[in-house]
């Protein structure tokens, strides 16, 4: 029996929540790739699929038309690549492997000798943060940041909503908007534009937390994120008008506060290497930066 037909990968639906979840999370890894909610709102922009092998969730995606695998981060992962690689043979392709941790990269390099060459995209690492630096914003660091939270305080009535059934629908209008403000979609943001009310709807499936940020009762600031380990949340989503000067500042530090005080850091994601996503990342003083390591098999 070839490998191959061992593994059985299917489009990702919102009904695979309740095992793909968990068995991703057997990851213990801090990446945003290794969360069930990234495979699912990202399904359509990068053809997420999934399979299920015993306990264990194997993950297939479609990356500028490269078939490309997410390391398989579990106690048979030399298996998982073995099944990994005669699925991608089967279907004409090298195996490349996406989402190594560092760490793991010299153990994939010994149990897979003159097989891989890996690589590193700097535009794909996750900035890493501490829970209490976002929430606090103390020190000299952070400075600006207090202040841009002070001058929005100052000049809206505002107030903080974690997100219920009750104004969800403040979420979407407030998102509506946003996406209209902008020049130009990319494909990033009309997906992302498209799984926002999905996210919404599902949200309690997902294991997802919201917060909502008004001034003078209109919406302008929201986020969700959801938990990649115990001691780790993964923001997804955090959208502010920029009409309102330090929206983004105040819903960044009201949701860490309220909604992502049980966790020590929190992963913001990688800047896609825009520049001016980095530069605001980076204004947050990263505690880290968690690369990941890509592997494409080597030619015969």
């Given amino acids: ?31 945003c790739e290794h969360s069930f909610v990234t495979v699912y709102m990202w399904r359509q922009r990068y053809g997420h699929q999934i399979a299920r092998v015993d306990d264990r969730a194997l993950v297939m995606a479609d990356y500028d038309d490269t078939l490309s695998f997410l390391f398989p981060m579990t106690a048979h992962w030399r298996e998982d690549v073995e099944l990994l690689r005669a699925v991608a043979h089967d279907r004409g392709e090298p195996l490349c492997l996406y989402g190594i941790p560092t760490a793991m990269q010299p153990q994939v390099a010994a149990a897979f000798p003159d097989t891989f060459a890996f690589s590193v995209d700097d535009a794909d690492s996750d900035y890493i943060y501490r829970q209490s630096d976002l929430a606090q914003l ?123 005080g049980d966790v020590l850091f929190i992963n913001r994601e990688n800047d896609m290497g825009l520049e001016g996503l980095r530069k605001a990342k980076q204004s947050y003083a990263p505690c880290r930066l968690e690369e990941k390591i890509n592997a494409e098999e080597l030619r015969g």
């Fill in 138 to 260: 103390a020190g000299k660091t952070y400075q600006k940041k207090r202040n841009h939270v002070s001058a929005f305080s100052r000049k809206y009535a505002w107030r903080y909503e974690t997100l219920t059934d009750r104004n969800a629908d403040a979420a979407l209008v407030l998102t509506e908007e946003w996406y209209a403000a902008q020049p130009a979609l990319s494909q990033e943001l009309q997906a992302e534009k498209a799984a926002i009310p999905e996210l919404l709807q599902y949200r309690e499936r997902l294991g997802l937390r919201g917060g909502l940020l008004f001034a003078d009762d209109k919406p302008v600031g929201f986020s969700l994120a959801s938990l990649l380990r115990p001691d780790t949340a993964n923001v997804h989503i955090e959208k502010a008008l920029a009409d309102y000067d330090g929206a983004y500042a105040a819903i960044n530090q009201q949701f860490a506060q309220h909604e992502l």
């Fill in 1 to 31: 029996m070839a490998l191959s037909t061992l593994v059985q990968f299917k489009p990702v639906t919102i009904d695979d929540a309740d095992w793909a979840a968990p068995a991703l999370a057997q990851s213990t890894l801090a990446q």
